[in-house]
Nanobody, 120 residues
Framework: QVQLVESGGGLVQAGNSLRLSCAVS????????MGWFRQAPGKERELIAT????????RYADSVKGRFTISRDNAKNTVYLQMNSLKPEDTAVYYC?????????????WGQGTQVTVSS
């Protein structure tokens, strides 16, 4: 059974940084497409970062490009989201996701989410 467990969320002031972690069990991250979504109150879930299954190619939503970085540690079977220069509009629940092929709108697996709150 594949499980994704996020951690690292919290309350931070605007301009500061946070790093989210997604620990994966039941499947190796090295052969899995991974991604991060977020959902703010009253808004639709948004795909913000992905890392490909095989080539480590990354993609970002325009809203986070240049500020957020997704990475993968195969030895720890963990995926990270480094978030710098945080803004109040980054406040949301952040979800880790995994897919056997590619991250799109309905990944195979989801984490439970971790809250990130950015104060102004």
């Amino acid at each position: 059974q594949v499980q994704l467990v996020e951690s690292g969320g919290g309350l931070v002031q605007a301009g500061n940084s946070l790093r989210l972690s997604c620990a994966v069990s039941g499947r190796t991250v090295s052969g899995t497409a991974m991604g991060w979504f977020r959902q703010a109150p009253g808004k639709e879930r948004e795909l913000i970062a992905t890392i490909s299954r095989s080539s480590d190619s990354t993609r970002y939503a325009d809203s986070v490009k240049g500020r957020f970085t997704i990475s993968r540690d195969n030895a720890k079977n963990t995926v990270y989201l480094q978030m710098n220069s945080l803004k109040p509009e980054d406040t949301a629940v952040y979800y880790c996701a995994a897919d056997r092929v590619v991250i799109a709108t309905t990944p195979d697996y989801w984490g439970q989410g971790t809250q990130v709150t950015v104060s102004s």
